[in-house]
């Protein structure tokens, strides 16, 4: 929690491997050979949590527990409760539990055994689901799945619950394993299959879904990433529905349509640019003006893209040209955007619990390793190859009191709302990316969630998602290798970036960041809230907002970066032209000199956000508060938490 923290954990680990060193060489050769104590730490740092963590623990929490906590006065109360949405309506809020178990050992599931089991609880889930739902149980014991690549677990059924057994105090006795890797790198590898996937049957792992440009014109996109395919710009698109007729305000429940007589219980509101400068993205944005790094944001206009795409729930049909939304509108339904609606389908009441999730990964991980590390395979088998749990296309749903293991990506939702995820431990080897909110994924709780291992994206996300809260996240890895809050924008061309989030209560966290491709840029949109965050690893006097892609480059570095991208081109092309080489670098640094900003002004690419009692050493003093409302610095707020409580409360 200081400058000493760092010195003290790397001497004690530096004391207790040179002491079991020279334990083990005395033992083994009579101290005649040499001991490799930076193999040993090696092995100690990555499976090994001793000592320091736990005293990291305890200062987090006697540091969120303190009765200092400022009260709000009231009139900021009120004047908050006018720019903060309502998180209330985040989480599962309707479960049904069912009394059918389905035991695996009753189908010949047996832990213990070395033989690939995946077909046969395949076969049991898909049973479970036809006859309408159950629990799907394992008692304790180690279960081994995916040991083809490419095979996982699929729930492409409602009401299927996936649980593990506890002991009398909630430890977990049942630990599920999979051996393979599940990456597709022919098409979006980012969309890979996870270990356990929801809505397989509705969405493809390698399918975006949502609404297309109605003018589309660009059909090929290129990742950032060196090690990935672009994308061809395809979409599921979900079926048209009825139009809206009337405009509703921000807050309202009621969508006034041309015809609600085919309207399903799921919805997706969608808005569209209808002025070829991008009336509707630069009013999400809240820019006047798009930058011309911003490739995707240019095409809306030009594109008539939909921007704002919106998963909601119909909470009731109230007459042939009205429909009641289950929570209110996040933003003004404005007739000059053309509003229209559309069904989707979504699979309901999705529990998976009380498991222990380990993998066979071997942890050689390194960030979009290609070309200096792996081959592209290798490389994307690290980056998306070792995931756990992906609830896609899912409403009401619950992930909870679980372990996960050794994995890559432990958590994506996507597609999907009002999933919670609650009461998770991750650890293990570091990865790319820990919890992602993916694409259409709205009014989604994390809960009460530590992270033991690094992540190179920690916690956040890209596309239209809105209304998600998370709240309780703890990063104690021991090895203090700082993360970041993490955005990457829109995530495909007709989308736009996040909005409306909540993140609260959160501590070990470092910067706010924006990251991935500098055409998906800006990586989030307006009104996203940062409440109560105790930041670490931050450097006394830096910024708390930070995009990388605007990250200055000056000198040796610029010139070795832009050399650099051009051997990486000749790799990744398979095509050598001393021409080309230096027409790479020459558009490398024209890049690089046209988006270096001033770190201290990359505050300017998160519009309208809010950072409401933050504990920090990063420089906030110099942020302009008509861009990032700050209050309470130095201050944790009361009420404590906002989520499920705070508007409620407040006056007026």
């Not at 540091?63 to 309506?89: H, M, N, W």
């Not at 490419?150 to 394993?177: A, K, P, R």
């Not at 409302?629 to 130095?634: L, Y």
């Amino acid at each position: 929690m200081n400058t000493l923290t760092p010195f003290v954990s790397w001497t004690f680990r530096f004391a207790y491997v040179g002491l079991i060193s020279y334990l083990i060489s005395s033992m083994a050769y009579g101290n005649r050979m040499p001991f490799f104590p930076f193999v040993l730490m090696g092995v100690y740092l990555r499976n090994v949590t001793f000592g320091i963590p736990h005293k990291k623990d305890l200062c987090l929490e006697y540091l969120f527990s303190r009765k200092t906590e400022k009260v709000i006065p009231e009139q900021d109360a009120v004047d908050y409760c006018g720019e903060i949405p309502d998180f209330s309506y985040a989480g599962c809020k309707r479960n049904t539990d069912t009394q059918i178990v389905f035991n695996v050992k009753d189908y010949g599931i047996l832990p213990g055994t070395n033989e690939d089991l995946t077909s046969k609880v395949q076969d049991l889930i898909n049973k479970v689901g036809r006859e309408g739902g159950g629990h799907v149980f394992f008692p304790k014991g180690r279960y081994l799945f995916n040991k083809s690549r490419g095979n996982f677990l699929q729930i492409n059924y409602s009401n299927i619950h996936i649980e593990g057994e506890t002991d009398s105090n909630g430890h977990l006795l049942t630990e599920l394993v999979s051996c393979g890797p599940t990456s597709c790198g022919k098409k979006n590898p980012w969309l890979s299959p996870f270990f356990i996937t929801t809505g397989e049957a509705l969405q493809p792992s390698n399918e975006f879904f949502g609404l297309q440009f109605r003018k589309r014109k660009i059909g090929f996109s290129q990742s950032n990433s060196l090690s990935d395919p672009g994308s061809d710009g395809s979409i599921l698109t979900p079926e048209y529905c009825t139009s809206v007729i009337e405009e509703s305000p921000k807050g309202s429940r009621l969508l006034r349509v041309a015809d609600s007589s085919k309207v399903g219980r799921y919805i997706m509101l969608g808005l569209y640019n209808t002025s070829l400068d991008g009336n509707l993205i630069k009013d999400i944005l809240g820019v006047e003006k798009l930058r011309p790094e911003w490739k995707t944001a240019l095409r809306a206009g030009v594109e008539e893209a939909p921007s704002y795409q919106w998963l909601v729930e119909v909470n009731r049909i109230v007459d042939g040209n009205t429909i009641e939304l289950a929570r209110p509108l996040l933003r003004s339904c404005d007739m000059v955007y053309e509003p229209a609606v559309f069904n989707v389908a979504m699979l309901e009441n999705i529990t998976i619990g009380n498991l222990r999730l380990n993998s066979k990964w071997n942890g050689m991980f390194r960030h979009h390793g290609f070309p200096l590390y792996y081959s592209i395979a290798e490389s994307q088998e690290m980056d998306y190859g070792w995931n756990a749990i992906n609830m896609k296309r899912v409403a009401h749903a619950k992930v909870y009191n679980l372990e996960i293991v050794n994995f890559t990506n432990p958590i994506y939702v996507l597609d999907s709302r009002n999933v919670t995820i609650k009461d998770i431990s991750v650890s293990g080897y570091d990865g790319h990316q820990g919890i992602k909110i993916y694409q259409h994924a709205c009014d989604c709780l994390f809960q009460n969630i530590a992270f033991y291992n690094h992540f190179a994206d920690m916690l956040g996300g890209e596309g239209n998602a809105y209304g998600n809260v998370f709240s309780g996240i703890r990063y104690l890895n021991p090895s203090f290798h700082p993360v970041d809050f993490d955005f990457h924008g829109f995530g495909e061309g007709p989308m736009s970036p996040p909005s409306d989030n909540l993140f609260e209560c959160v501590t070990g966290f470092r910067c706010i960041k924006s990251a991935g491709a500098l055409y998906n840029l800006p990586s989030c949109a307006q009104n996203n809230i940062w409440w109560n965050i105790i930041t670490e690893g931050e450097r006394k006097g830096g910024p708390l907002f930070y995009a990388m892609t605007y990250r200055e480059k000056k000198g040796v570095l610029r010139l070795v970066t832009a050399i650099g991208f051009a051997v990486a081109m000749i790799q990744k092309n398979r095509i050598f032209s001393f021409k080309t080489f230096v027409e790479n670098i020459r558009a490398k640094l024209n890049d690089i000199d046209r988006t270096g900003i001033e770190a201290k002004q990359h505050y300017m690419f998160f519009k309208n956000s809010h950072v409401i009692g933050v504990k920090t050493a990063n420089d906030i003093d110099g942020l302009d508060d008509k861009t990032v409302k700050v209050s309470h610095v130095g201050e944790t707020c009361r009420p404590f938490s906002i989520y499920g409580q705070y508007l409620q409360h407040v006056p007026g």
